[in-house]
């Protein structure tokens, strides 16, 4: 089984800061990764699909990179409303990673 | 994008059976497969099941395979969940999902707010 491991688990960031949030999974996935925001008390919300598409309505400051094993999230400049835990999973295997919660 | 609503969550006790359902609108229901994916109380995102639009391919994770059975009705658009010998560590919240028209990729499009289960004596 492919199993997805994220770093950090947990982040403390400001507002303005720029942030990277790592994914790696246990054998190559191509870029069959995708990346949630979870907001507290709030549904999942789907923000890059396969690696590095941006999801529609999604902004810009939020990239994907990656391909293999080894996956970035960035958010270039953070916003109050992007403090949340943040997932990303393997789309064939539907398996998520333990997720990063950003914190102020 | 459209929206998801489930509905049919609530206590039960363990060895007890419960629905949920899920009902879609603003989007055409009966293109797209769906899912149910679960989180229990301050936990991560578990995939539960699956079916794709013509619910000619289904699928389950092992913790609920032969318990859980999914259908969906594309007339009512509605998709469901039968959730049958429940066990404590079911005890989650239960979401259901919008997926793309190819059921073997699983991107979970939209979600809805989700369903509270919880599985106690």
């Known amino acids: 089984d492919i199993q997805m491991t994220q770093s950090p688990s947990s982040l403390s960031a400001s507002v303005g800061d720029r942030v990277t949030i790592t994914c790696r999974a246990s054998?190559?996935?191509?870029?069959?990764l995708n990346w949630y925001q979870q907001r507290p008390g709030k549904a999942p919300k789907l923000l890059i699909y396969a690696a590095s598409s941006l999801q529609s309505g999604v902004p810009s400051r939020f990239s994907g990179s990656g391909s293999g094993t080894d996956f970035t999230l960035t958010i270039s400049s953070l916003q109050p409303e992007d403090f949340a835990t943040y997932f990303c999973q393997h789309t064939y295997s539907r398996r998520f990673g333990p997720g990063t919660k950003l914190e102020i | 994008e459209g929206q998801v609503v489930e509905s049919g969550g609530g206590l039960v006790q363990p060895g007890r059976s419960l629905r949920l359902s899920c009902a879609a609108s603003?989007?055409?229901?009966?293109?797209?497969?769906m899912y149910w994916i679960r989180q229990a109380p301050g936990k991560g995102l578990e995939w539960v099941s699956g079916?794709?639009?013509?619910?000619?391919?289904?699928g389950y994770a092992d913790s609920v395979k032969g318990r859980f059975t999914i259908s969906r009705d594309n007339a009512k658009n509605s998709l469901y969940l039968q959730m049958n010998s429940l066990r404590i560590e079911d005890t989650a919240l239960y979401y259901c999902?919008?997926?793309?028209?190819?059921?073997?990729?699983?991107?979970?499009?939209?979600w809805g707010q989700g369903t509270l289960v919880t599985v106690s004596s």
């Open positions: 999902a919008k997926g793309g028209t190819d059921y073997g990729d699983y991107t979970f499009k939209s």
């Open positions: 603003g989007f055409t229901f009966g293109d797209h497969a």
């Open positions: 079916i794709s639009w013509n619910s000619g391919s289904i």
């Open positions: 054998q190559s996935i191509s870029f069959f």
